[in-house]
């Protein structure tokens, strides 16, 4: 989601005339885009704008600016006085804060021109439209499009809510529009967002539903040449059959779904406010897997919950290693403020008891998917090349795996069949191979 209200901020500097510095010292504005799902992404923020404070004393006409989560909904009043050095504070995907400020700064601005620039941006934000960045324009080969913004599903440990807001469903023009333009800019690959992205359209009386909205945007893919859609993140409550089967049937949305479980014991689920059992989840991964062929599965889960047991991390275990899950994001508990588990449950398990945990999941999750991807050896699988990297191209099969191949041509933006010839728990390495299109190197013929 901060990938994306980058590239709409970005995008509307540019259109002010400004462009993107090729180094941080080089730049007369700065925005740190904010996170604070986990203390560690909200320390590592702080830190980076006390940096700026000494930038900002040193050099005052230097702009700095804040969004994000760390912002939130409301007037950050208390977040002004503890960052007098900042100028602009913008909310989640809210980018016309800066604008404004900028417009406003500038005395070369009559009032009539900026009148209509200011209302020729809002009119662009509004509509959904995205001009990539020059720096990624032609060069950007997936991109991310928010379908709905906020969530009204508090699960206790969540801060979401609090700083993005209520669920907001965008329209369907507007995200048409959005993935349009990028489709027209070379993106290749689009993924649909929302904190709970199986809630899109609950907030509109008679709306339409993901599924839906899947549908709409399959038939803009095969106009524009985009070759693949994906989705997430998704809850177990909201994953319907409707939309499995919608997954199944259209050939430009992936087999790869994001469902996070979060623990693998009834009590600990119930205090999470997940509204789901273990049993519930099971169920759940078999009706996908039996719906949607060679899918691959995400999960989430947090080890180290308040009150969280030995026997109950245990059943987490037990759980990753029965479902054998593509992969697992893992992260140690952190309390959030106003969270009902900050405000009612005590960090109960030690630092180093979490730190434990994460890493016999980890370890588990690396034999699983070690397994998985030993499947694929010797396949030869579609990959959507994204990148060159250390001398090798890099992209991902259907199922979001990583796979690197070398070749001397040219592959950026192009699906190729790699034929897999190592496999690892994080990534695959392969080869292109040789067809009736591809010369052998020498050929002999004898009598």
């Excluded at 203390?39 to 980076?48: I, L, N, T, V």
Aim: hydrophobic fraction near 40%; charge should be negative.
């Amino acid at each position: 989601m901060n990938v994306s209200d980058s590239q709409r901020l970005a995008s509307e500097l540019e259109r002010l005339g400004h462009q993107a510095a090729l180094q941080p010292d080089e730049a007369d504005i700065f925005v740190i885009n904010t996170c604070v799902v986990r203390q560690s992404a909200e320390d590592k923020a702080y830190g980076r704008l006390l940096e700026l404070q000494a930038l900002k004393q040193q050099q005052p006409d230097k702009i700095i600016g804040v969004m994000g989560c760390l912002v939130g909904v409301r007037d950050p009043l208390a977040l002004r006085k503890k960052l007098p050095h900042v100028d602009v504070f913008m909310p989640p995907s809210e980018p016309t804060p800066m604008v404004d400020f900028l417009l406003d700064r500038s005395a070369e601005t009559a009032a009539l021109e900026r009148e209509a620039i200011t209302r020729q941006q809002r009119d662009a934000i509004q509509d959904g439209t995205l001009i990539l960045p020059d720096h990624e324009m032609g060069t950007l080969i997936t991109a991310h499009v928010p379908v709905v913004y906020g969530c009204s599903h508090a699960c206790a440990f969540c801060i979401i809510p609090f700083r993005r807001g209520i669920e907001r469903s965008r329209s369907v023009g507007e995200i048409v529009t959005h993935v349009r333009s990028l489709a027209l800019q070379g993106v290749r690959e689009i993924t649909l967002l929302g904190q709970i992205v199986d809630r899109y359209g609950k907030d509109v009386p008679d709306g339409p539903d993901l599924a839906d909205l899947l549908r709409t945007v399959h038939e803009i893919a095969e106009e524009t040449g985009l070759e693949r859609i994906r989705f997430l993140t998704s809850h177990p409550n909201w994953m319907t059959d409707k939309l499995l089967d919608t997954v199944a049937e259209l050939p430009r949305v992936m087999p790869h779904i994001e469902v996070p479980v979060q623990a693998g014991d009834d009590e600990v689920l119930r205090r999470m406010k997940r509204g789901y059992t273990t049993g519930d989840y099971r169920r759940l991964i078999a009706n996908i897997r039996s719906r949607i062929p060679d899918v691959a599965i995400h999960t989430d889960i947090i080890v180290g919950f308040p009150g969280e047991t030995q026997e109950q991390f245990q059943g987490t275990v037990d759980l990753l290693a029965e479902l054998k899950l593509d992969k697992a994001h893992l992260a140690r508990y952190s309390p959030r403020p106003n969270t009902l588990s900050d405000r009612t449950m005590p960090d109960d398990v030690p630092e180093e008891e979490k730190k434990r945990r994460h890493q016999i999941l980890d370890d588990l999750q690396a034999e699983i998917v070690s397994a998985i991807n030993q499947r694929y050896l010797g396949q030869t699988i579609p990959v959507l090349v994204e990148d060159f990297h250390k001398g090798k191209w890099r992209g991902r099969t259907p199922q979001n795996k990583l796979v690197f191949f070398q070749d001397s041509a040219d592959w950026r933006g192009k699906v190729v069949d790699v034929e897999i010839t190592w496999t690892g728990p994080w990534s695959m390495q392969g080869r292109l191979p040789v067809t009736e299109k591809t010369p052998p190197s020498l050929i002999v013929l004898a009598r």
